[in-house]
């Protein structure tokens, strides 16, 4: 019986390691660890080979530099799965500005959690940016849940009540085409 024990939790390891990696039609170009509520979520952030699409992007806009990151964990199968966050922020000058911090998870794309304008609050604990957009960022702050099921009419779902979330990110931002 003992020997069991042992050759289980391998085999069982084993899986669990190979069920976090990506299928072979996306490849890694960053990292996420992401606690939310006291739950860690380990999250990649992809780059679909199949369709030439990274989940991270820089574009030029009213003079600053714009990026948007979505990292995800894996799901079984081996492709992208939720929870999903999304971060997006401009930069100027080397300081960045978060714009919006949204996790989807089973409550789907209409009812995220989010730190931005209209919920929550938070921000960049620290951040370093290169001259070859490699990111290194931590942050934190509380998140409220909000209902978009009417997008002209946002606004926080009932019985929203703040959610601790603090992470880390680092990732290699394609230039922009």
Same mark, same amino acid.
């Given at each position: 019986?003992?020997?069991?024990?042992?050759?289980?939790?391998?085999?069982?390891?084993?899986?669990?390691?190979?069920?976090?990696?990506?299928?072979?039609?996306?490849?890694?170009?960053?990292?996420?660890?992401?606690?939310?509520?006291?739950?860690?979520?380990?999250?990649?952030?992809?780059?679909?080979?199949?369709?030439?699409?990274?989940?991270?992007?820089?574009?030029?806009?009213?003079?600053?530099?714009?990026?948007?990151?979505?990292? @995800?964990?894996?799901?079984?199968?081996?492709?992208?799965?939720?929870?999903?966050?999304?971060?997006?922020?401009?930069?100027?000058?080397?300081?960045?500005?978060?714009?919006?911090?949204?996790?989807?998870?089973?409550?789907?794309?209409?009812?995220?959690?989010?730190?931005?304008?209209?919920?929550?609050?938070?921000?960049?604990?620290?951040?370093?940016?290169?001259?070859?957009?490699?990111?290194?960022? @931590?942050?934190?702050?509380?998140?409220?849940?909000?209902?978009?099921?009417?997008?002209?009419?946002?606004?926080?779902?009932?019985?929203?009540?703040?959610?601790?979330?603090?992470?880390?990110?680092?990732?290699?931002?394609?230039?922009?085409?």
């Amino acid at each position: 019986m003992r020997a069991f024990i042992p050759a289980t939790l391998a085999f069982l390891l084993a899986n669990l390691a190979q069920a976090q990696d990506l299928a072979p039609r996306w490849e890694s170009i960053g990292e996420m660890t992401v606690t939310l509520d006291g739950t860690e979520y380990e999250m990649v952030i992809p780059y679909d080979t199949q369709k030439d699409r990274a989940h991270a992007s820089e574009r030029v806009m009213i003079g600053n530099r714009t990026f948007n990151v979505l990292g @995800s964990v894996v799901a079984p199968e081996g492709k992208p799965g939720k929870p999903q966050l999304q971060l997006t922020f401009f930069v100027n000058k080397g300081v960045p500005n978060l714009l919006s911090m949204e996790i989807y998870d089973d409550q789907g794309f209409r009812k995220p959690l989010m730190i931005g304008p209209d919920a929550g609050k938070g921000g960049f604990t620290s951040f370093e940016i290169t001259a070859e957009n490699e990111i290194t960022a @931590s942050f934190a702050g509380e998140m409220l849940r909000m209902d978009n099921s009417d997008p002209a009419n946002p606004h926080l779902a009932e019985g929203a009540a703040p959610r601790a979330i603090e992470g880390r990110i680092r990732v290699s931002v394609p230039p922009p085409k």
